[in-house]
């Protein structure tokens, strides 16, 4: 009897177990990070080092940037106890499998100024896309790979394999002031091709091929595995906007976009935007009020979710009240449809 009791009982255990998950697996898996023991910038907002971007393969790896200062950096088994080349800010590249191991490290830093990360993304054939504003004289990619001759050279797109070889590195413009002074990166973004796409505000008098650009403003440069320029085309929008994030419709090639005004913190305008395939608007809509729509993000679905701020005034998008009045300002997720101007909902 007493077999048949413990028999029962391991079953009644192991069924409780399949009926009944553990909350436990519902919590977080690891923590990791990294740094140095620099402060960097005038500014005490510059002071925090931070991951800013970040990105999964295939595989479940993990790759991420952020932002470091020029002494004593580490994150885990990568450390450069002394320091590095000379600039107060520099992009630390990592990648991590699923269970928070650091696969490589890759300190990509100038010896004259700093560096900044604007987007990594990782494609179906085993390719990683870093973009950013590297800053001129030599540019340092991980231990290995040194780039001179940068006199004014800043916004570019590297690419990497999974495993942390260098490939490439094309910059916007033909080395000159104007292009330094006058290209600035946005966003990155991958389509259903697996090129990419990098949208970069230009001046006007910038060499992005062999003719140059004509109005000043915001221009998605397409490159293929290769590095090849294929196409770069001036998006429909005024000369003042810029770009906080942007996805692509892998199947239309539509691309959506959020972004603001360039005129400051105070007078910024948010907006959201649609294109189609050959970068004609679709649609714009404004976020008026206190508010700022900062991400985006589209599902199988087509349906469109952003990610920003609300208050603590009234917020609209496209004059439809999206949040009411309140005393503080809050963090917002807004859902819409691709093809609608009426948002979902909001949170």
């Known amino acids: 009897m007493k077999n048949l009791s413990a028999q029962i009982l391991t079953w009644l255990l192991i069924f409780s177990l399949i009926v009944f998950p553990s909350h436990a697996q519902q919590r977080f898996k690891w923590v990791t990070g ?6 960097f910038g005038s500014d005490p907002v510059d002071d925090w080092e931070q991951t800013e971007q970040i990105c999964t393969d295939a595989d ?48 990509i830093a100038s010896n004259a100024g700093p560096c900044t990360s604007l987007g990594i993304v990782a494609d179906d054939l085993g390719n990683i896309y870093v973009a950013g504003s590297f800053t001129n004289a030599t540019l340092y990619i991980g231990y290995d790979t040194t780039i001179t001759g940068l006199a004014y ?48 505000y230009i001046g006007s008098g910038v060499h992005v091929t062999l ?20 196409s770069s085309l001036r998006l429909d929008l005024d000369s003042e906007w810029y770009l906080n994030s942007v996805v692509i419709d892998p199947t239309t090639n539509k691309m959506y976009v959020s972004g603001q005004n360039g005129g400051g913190l105070v007078t910024d305008t948010f907006f959201a935007a649609a294109f189609d395939g050959s970068r004609n608007l679709i649609w714009q809509y404004f976020a008026d009020g206190a508010g700022a729509l900062t991400g985006v993000s589209l599902d199988q679905s087509k349906h469109l979710y952003f990610c920003g701020a609300a208050g603590p005034t009234a917020f609209y998008f496209n004059r439809d009240s999206v949040f009411a009045a309140g005393f503080f300002a809050v963090a917002i997720l807004m859902k819409t449809d691709t093809d609608e101007d009426r948002y979902k909902w909001s949170s």
Request: with cysteine; charged share 10%.
């Open 60 to 107: 479940g790896n993990i790759y991420a940037l952020s932002l470091v200062g020029d002494n004593a950096i580490y994150a885990d088994t990568f450390v450069l106890s002394t320091g590095a080349y000379g600039a107060y800010q520099n992009i630390l590249l990592t990648s991590y499998n699923c269970n928070g191991q650091m696969r490589w490290a890759k300190l």
């Open 211 to 230: 003719s140059l650009t004509g109005m000043r403003g915001i221009y998605d440069l397409v490159y293929n595995t290769s590095g090849t320029l294929l």
């Open 34 to 39: 990294g740094g140095s023991n620099q402060s």
């Open 153 to 200: 050279e800043g916004t570019g797109l590297m690419q990497f394999d999974t495993t942390g070889n260098f490939h490439w590195v094309r910059f916007v413009g033909d080395n000159t002031p104007s292009t330094y002074y006058a290209s600035s990166p946005n966003a990155l973004a991958l389509d259903g091709s697996n090129n990419a796409h990098m949208l970069t």
